[in-house]
């Protein structure tokens, strides 16, 4: 350990981000002024770290905000994807005039381009309400279902939830709903086993299946829905 510290301190003076950033995990007293040098030698991770450490000691402060903004902003445009996600975020939830409805749906689709996929499930919910951006709902809709298609990761089941709880509530698209609450289903999606049940106990898009119902509300229980378990 003393011997990495060594390592990553000389090469932290010798200007090198990516050192003083692993450092700041090794020197954790340090660490926020080891982000800063980091950021400072165009490290993005060092810029993120040390955002959101500000946005949680300092959230509340106007000068920790812009500091914050500043910094996720910097790391954004250099092609770091947790920045814009974090960067969209801190726009959204911002109270009065520090909202910015615009900057964070800019935030969220460069994360998206980036291929951060919480910024997709965040920028595909702007265009569908058009927040930050006038309506689009069909752009959400392609863009939910690239996402869903992309890979197996909690994310990615998520994505198809969403989609499916789109196609679900109009009903000349009702039956596309069916396979993407099962996909998502397969990924634990607590809700869409949940919905899923529903679907074959009623038998709606779908031949009535008592016994896949009962499988489905049994696997949504598991998973934590209190109504599955009644």
Do not use: M
Request: proline share 3%.
């Amino acid at each position: 350990l003393q011997k990495s510290k060594r390592w990553y301190t000389k090469a932290c003076q010798a200007k090198s981000g990516a050192a003083c950033y692993h450092l700041a995990r090794l020197a954790p007293k340090r660490r926020e002024s080891l982000w800063r040098s980091g950021c400072r030698f165009a490290h993005w991770p060092a810029c993120t770290d040390l955002a959101v450490s500000l946005l949680k000691r300092d959230g509340q402060n106007e000068t920790g905000r812009q500091e914050a903004s500043r910094l996720l902003d910097q790391a954004c445009r250099g092609g770091h994807p947790l920045a814009c996600f974090n960067l969209g975020l801190s726009y959204a939830q911002s109270d009065g005039d520090t909202r910015d409805d615009l900057l964070s749906t800019k935030a969220y689709a460069r994360g998206c381009q980036l291929k951060e996929q919480r910024s997709c499930l965040h920028y595909a919910d702007a265009l569908r309400k058009g927040i930050g951006t006038s309506p689009q709902p069909q752009r959400a809709n392609d863009l939910l279902s690239k996402v869903c298609r992309a890979g197996q990761s909690p994310l990615h089941f998520q994505a198809c939830y969403n989609l499916a709880l789109i196609f679900e509530a109009q009903a000349a698209s009702r039956k596309q709903a069916l396979p993407l609450y099962q996909r998502a289903c397969t990924g634990n999606v607590a809700e869409a086993c949940y919905n899923l049940a529903g679907v074959y106990e009623e038998g709606n898009q779908t031949t009535p299946d008592k016994r896949k119902a009962n499988e489905l509300f049994a696997k949504a229980c598991r998973l934590g829905i209190q109504q599955a378990c009644e």
